[in-house]
């Protein structure tokens, strides 16, 4: 019965739909333009007693390369606004420079970073562009990025090769949390130090940082 009634209304749709446009009727086109309509939102983020932010940023390696001004300006915003919004740690999840031998790329991205010493704790890894090719890929990565950037930080828990993957221990909030960075393809002994950091840590709450996990179309790339 439940069948043939919504076949009913299908086929009364189509003759209601034909009716309202018979052959030959020119189809409108004057239709009137909507008038615009402002809508304040109040933004959710606004400094609270139960709000902490967590802040993301990912490549920005395009800046780096032609836009120096713009990649500073980024980060100082988030140093600017930390109480507003109160960001109380930052992740950058790679492609920090274009090239990874670009001297002056690596330049501007660790002063854009570096904005945030002493104010707001923050990492980086290594995406695909900020590798170099052979033995000597995380060279210029590791002499902006490497251990000596947070090694007078207490939230600094320890590294990998320089910061290959590193770790840090958080609070934010009530909660405490671990947070693991593997730079883009990593090696087994990589991820072995991932696993170890997580397992050292069973009562913090584990955050992993890489710069890819996923394919397009959702699905779990070599890495995931």
Same mark, same amino acid.
């Given at each position: 019965m439940k069948r043939l009634i919504s076949i009913a209304l299908v086929l009364v749709l189509i003759f209601?739909?034909?009716?309202? =446009?018979?052959p030959g009727t020119p189809v409108p086109t004057d239709f009137p333009e909507p008038e615009p309509e402002t809508i304040e939102v109040p933004f959710p983020l606004e400094s609270g007693d139960d709000i902490h932010t967590i802040a993301f940023v990912s490549d920005t390696q395009r800046y780096a390369f032609k836009d120096s001004t713009t990649n500073k300006d980024m980060i100082k915003?988030?140093?600017?606004?930390?109480?507003k919004y109160s960001i109380e740690y930052?992740?950058?999840s790679g492609d920090l420079v274009q090239s990874p031998d670009g001297e002056d790329e690596?330049?501007?991205a660790k002063e854009a970073m570096s904005?945030?010493?002493g104010i707001i704790p923050y990492g980086v890894l290594a995406g695909n562009h900020d590798q170099d090719s052979g033995d000597e890929?995380?060279?210029?990565?590791?002499?902006?990025?490497?251990d000596e950037s947070y090694s007078n930080f207490d939230y600094f828990a320890g590294s990998f090769e320089n910061c290959r993957a590193h770790a840090q221990l958080v609070t934010i909030g009530s909660n405490d949390f671990v947070v693991v960075y593997i730079s883009d393809d990593p090696s087994k002994d990589c991820i072995g130090f991932a696993n170890d950091i997580f397992g050292k840590y069973p009562d913090r709450i584990g955050i992993l940082v890489t710069h890819k996990y996923l394919e397009?179309?959702? =699905?779990?790339?070599?890495?995931g």
């Open positions: 209601a739909l034909s009716a309202c =446009s018979k915003a988030l140093v600017d606004d930390k109480d930052v992740i950058h690596w330049q501007v904005q945030l010493d890929r995380f060279t210029m990565y590791s002499k902006y990025f490497g397009p179309d959702l =699905s779990l790339d070599e890495m």
